[in-house]
């Protein structure tokens, strides 16, 4: 009597090695991509800390008045159209945060529509950007703060900006960053 060997099927060393391959190909893909977008957010926030920076510059040079601070607001030619405005003391600081989106908005600075109630412009994290006169790990003065950023984020953007350090240069968080915490807010002075 012969006996008949069947051959067993299965995949060989060289398929599953080119499988695995694959695989780590296609994970390498996704990581890169993602680091990719976080890159482009990180980039995106630093622009709106500029271009932020500058139409504060600019509504100041126009008007003689920081946004939101300014006290003649309710007075100005963009305030009799559709966008109402409040004012703000004029006393040099912009503590009035919530109605800085809103003169700069009606004064065409910025886009958007802010209705000086709330601090609703947002960044591409998610959390809230606001123009502010602020205290932050021992400097004072005019910033743009982001709010709820996770710490790495919140590093990169200083690397951008300044030094990369949280309590100093231009830009001081609220805490030290440590890797996957939230960083409460992150001024950056300028």
Excluded at 33 to 60: C, F, H, P, R, W
Excluded at 128 to 146: E, K, L
């Amino acid at each position: 009597m012969k006996t008949m060997m069947k051959r067993q099927k299965g995949f060989t060393l060289v398929e599953m090695a080119i499988v695995l391959v694959i695989i780590g190909i296609l994970l390498g893909a996704v990581i890169k991509g993602q680091e990719m977008i976080n890159n482009a957010k990180i980039k995106a926030v630093v622009d709106q800390y500029k271009s932020l920076t500058a139409a504060t510059y600019a509504y100041q040079d126009k008007y003689g008045e920081l946004p939101g601070d300014d006290n003649q607001a309710t007075t100005r030619s963009w305030a009799t159209g559709s966008c109402v405005t409040t004012n703000g003391n004029s006393d040099g600081t912009i503590t009035e945060s919530f109605a800085a989106a809103e003169h700069l908005a009606c004064a065409g600075f910025i886009t958007g529509s802010y209705n000086g109630t709330a601090q609703n412009m947002a960044h591409k994290y998610g959390g809230n950007a606001i123009v502010i006169s602020a205290t932050s790990q021992g400097r004072t003065g005019n910033s743009i703060q982001f709010d709820s950023l996770r710490a790495e984020n919140a590093q990169a953007i200083d690397r951008m900006v300044d030094d990369g350090l949280y309590n100093n240069g231009s830009c001081r968080a609220s805490a030290d960053y440590i890797a996957e915490t939230i960083i409460a807010s992150l001024n950056c002075f300028f």
